[in-house]
């Protein structure tokens, strides 16, 4: 099964052609092509030349797409509209499913070769105004979040080690894995039951977690005049 998947929930523009299979202890991904590009003003501009990228050097068309996943957030407004869009639109065109996942269960997904049984794993990412988005996992499972908060408010709980933002995880006095954004591979695999099972998808629903900026802005400026 060849799925397209892409991530646009932080400042990292991510997309990637992976080869998914049945495998005798779950699922056998492969990536065949990634593109990953650090620029959170240029998602729109970039984020459609990777994915083209992606199939011409793994010499695949778009008619071969058997799926698109995509990262839901948490993230920005407008990083997300960009990446859940692109997505919904390629599994338009083509006829073919689109699944959303958790962006910080993508990260997580990459670091389970790099844990021991029973560790709680924090991913982090930027949520701006000095806060991250969060979640935390035991044995490749979610426990906690996805949530927003300041560092000095995240439930660590039994947090052991922690991935995710490089400008983010020093905040946390644990030991940190390098993993700093979902990878094309880690979006496959969160989804790799619902793909492998063929089930139908549940709608896009994107991971704000607060309102867009200019959304508070208006709510602020209705405060001031009493209306």
């Given at each position: 099964m060849l799925v397209l998947s892409v991530d646009t929930a932080t400042p990292a523009v991510t997309a990637g052609l992976v080869e998914l299979e049945q495998a005798a202890q779950g699922a056998d991904t492969r990536t065949l092509a990634s593109r990953v590009r650090v620029d959170p003003r240029a998602h729109a501009e970039v984020l459609t030349p990777q994915i083209l990228e992606c199939l011409t050097e793994a010499r695949r068309s778009r008619a071969d797409l058997d799926a698109v996943v995509v990262g839901i957030g948490p993230g920005p407004f407008t990083?997300?509209?960009?990446?859940?869009?692109t997505?919904?639109?390629?599994?338009?065109?083509?006829?073919?499913?689109?699944?959303?996942?958790c962006s910080l269960d993508a990260i997580a997904a990459d670091t389970?070769?790099?844990?021991?049984p029973g560790s709680e794993l924090l991913v982090v990412t930027d949520a701006r105004r000095r806060e991250v988005y969060w979640a935390r996992y035991r044995d490749g499972a979610r426990v906690a979040g996805p949530d927003v908060a300041k560092p000095s408010e995240v439930d660590m709980a039994q947090a052991t080690v922690i991935a995710g933002s490089a400008s983010h995880v020093d905040f946390f006095d644990l030991p940190?894995?390098?993993?700093?954004?979902?990878?094309?591979?880690?979006?496959?695999?969160?989804?790799?039951?619902?793909?492998?099972?063929?089930?139908?998808?549940?709608?896009?629903?994107?991971?704000?977690l607060?309102?867009?900026d200019a959304v508070e802005k208006s709510y602020r400026a209705l405060d001031r005049t009493g209306a």
């Open positions: 990083g997300l509209r960009v990446g859940m869009a997505a919904a639109a390629f599994g338009d065109a083509l006829g073919i499913p689109v699944y959303g996942v389970v070769s790099d844990l021991t940190v894995l390098p993993v700093e954004t979902p990878s094309p591979a880690g979006l496959v695999r969160v989804a790799a039951a619902e793909l492998l099972a063929r089930t139908v998808p549940d709608a896009l629903v994107p991971l704000y607060r309102r867009p």
